[in-house]
């Protein structure tokens, strides 16, 4: 069955310093990537997606996020987190040749200090 | 609407009474998605609805869940004799997909559920 790992359930830093977020998928296939937020009392908003073309993928505030076919990942990264980017960050992938349905990873509780 | 509304925001239920959460879609969005997050948990899949094709089933915990879709629409989640493990927060999500593209999903703001 196809499944999303995030190693990192809880990570805590302190402000401007570097993140990386760890997301692999078990699926094979072509595959959609997202990346989506949750902050403390809002509902889930996108963050970010890949769908095809440069592997490299920017978002909103400040994020971005690597596709590494080879390696079945798609890490997020920001180079100076700021206390507002505490959150819980979820990584989702949907197969191009199912129902499509969002498959997330159990998520990752972010923690910045200021 | 300009988003995925749901309703009600909160329920609280007693043990063994069913409970019917709505969800309504973006306009035009033809994939309807439900979720269910736990505390501490991930995103669970439970249904997904895609224009007239049968609905994708296969997150639904247990038959006492159930979900239909309307005129492709506003869809209704159920729940029949509620236990204390169905409390959690309930999300739908709507999406828009062309040519095999997925073009994300948007996601309401949850019925939070609670069962005591």
């Known amino acids: 069955a196809q499944s999303v790992s995030q190693h990192n359930h809880h990570v805590i830093l302190s402000e401007a310093a570097s993140l990386e977020l760890g997301c692999n998928y078990s699926?094979?296939?072509?595959?959609?990537l997202f990346w989506y937020v949750q902050y403390p009392g809002q509902h889930l908003q996108l963050l970010l997606k890949?769908?095809?073309?440069?592997?490299l993928v920017k978002g909103i505030k400040g994020f971005e996020a690597e596709f590494i076919k080879s390696k079945f990942s798609f890490n997020l990264r920001k180079p100076s987190v700021q206390w507002s980017d505490t959150a819980e960050y979820f990584c989702?992938?949907?197969?191009?040749?199912?129902?499509?349905?969002?498959?997330f990873g159990s998520g990752t509780r972010l923690l910045v200090r200021p | 609407g300009a988003g995925v509304s749901q309703s009600p925001s909160n329920k609280v239920t007693e043990k063994g009474k069913d409970v019917e959460l709505r969800c309504d879609p973006i306009s035009g969005h033809t994939a309807l998605y439900w979720y269910r997050q736990s505390l501490g948990q991930g995103l669970e899949f439970l249904i997904y609805?895609?224009?007239?094709?049968?609905?994708?089933k296969s997150g639904l915990p247990s038959d006492r869940f159930s979900a239909e879709r309307t005129g492709g629409s506003v869809s209704t989640l159920t729940i029949q004799r509620t236990q204390q493990e169905d409390s959690a927060v309930y999300l739908c999500a709507s999406s828009y997909r062309r040519d095999r593209v997925n073009y994300g999903y948007t996601f309401g703001s949850g019925t939070r559920l609670t069962v005591v």
């Open positions: 699926y094979g296939g072509t595959v959609n």
């Open positions: 890949y769908f095809s073309g440069d592997p």
């Open positions: 989702a992938v949907a197969r191009m040749d199912s129902s499509y349905k969002l498959i």
């Open positions: 609805f895609q224009g007239n094709s049968a609905p994708d």
